[in-house]
């Protein structure tokens, strides 16, 4: 775990890959890095299915979270822009 301020915790990483960061009201962002050229991160807050499935399985999951994310961010781009 390494804190990340503002109430912000990196629980779990895999450099230059993805990061999980629980938030301060306990929800769980996977941050993914993406891109070739161009280096950015998107951030995908995990919803109840996947936060369970991170929790009774572990990194694997978001392994395989992440590896979606880079196959297609500008969908998850998209979902994030949709969020209330």
């Known amino acids: 775990m ?5 109430g912000r915790t990196a629980i ?3 450099i230059w890959d993805w990061m999980l960061i629980r938030e301060p009201d306990g ?9 070739s050229v161009g280096i950015y991160e998107v951030d995908v807050v995990l919803d109840a299915e996947q ?3 991170f929790e009774a399985n572990g990194a694997p999951v978001l392994q395989h979270l992440a590896e ?3 196959k297609d961010p500008a969908h998850y781009l998209a979902l994030r822009r949709q969020a209330p």
Do not use: K, M, W
């Not at 390494?2 to 503002?6: M, S």
């Not at 929800?27 to 891109?35: E, F, I, T, W």
């Open 12 to 14: 779990a990483e895999s």
């Open 51 to 53: 936060t369970a499935a």
């Open 27 to 35: 929800s769980l962002l996977l941050s993914v890095v993406c891109g």
């Open 68 to 70: 979606d994310v880079r």
């Open 2 to 6: 390494r804190d990340l301020g503002q």
